[in-house]
């Protein structure tokens, strides 16, 4: 059974930066996409960003410029480095790792952005 962990929520203050790292069991992110989702309460759930295998990333328009999704493979992790952070960013965010049709989520890490 596959399991992520997400790590690095917290609180900060507007305009400041976290860094969101998801760790898996196995070595399931090297063939995986890697995902990063946020959700806030009523709300569905939206893409963040993600990265494939070969490194191609996508990031959500709101987020671009200011996150970047990163995989270490020498610690085969997920990581979503936030800079600039906003009010709006506010959320749970979970990591999700798609391997072929097959999607695992981690259980999801709380950020808030507030002074």
């Known amino acids: 059974q596959v399991q992520l962990v997400e790590s690095g929520g917290g609180l900060v203050q507007p305009g400041g930066a976290l860094r969101l790292s998801c760790a898996a069991s196995?070595?399931?992110?090297?063939?995986?996409?890697i995902a990063w989702y946020r959700q806030t309460p009523g709300k569905q759930s939206g893409l963040v960003a993600s990265i494939t295998t070969g490194g191609t990333t996508n990031y959500a328009d709101s987020v671009k410029g200011r996150f970047t999704i990163s995989r270490n493979k020498a610690k085969n992790t997920g990581d979503l480095q936030m800079n600039s952070l906003k009010p709006e960013d506010t959320a749970v965010y979970y990591c999700?790792?798609?391997?072929?049709?097959?999607?695992?989520w981690g259980q999801g890490t709380q950020v808030t952005v507030s002074s």
């Open positions: 196995g070595s399931i992110f090297s063939s995986a996409t």
């Open positions: 999700k790792a798609q391997l072929g049709y097959v999607n695992y």
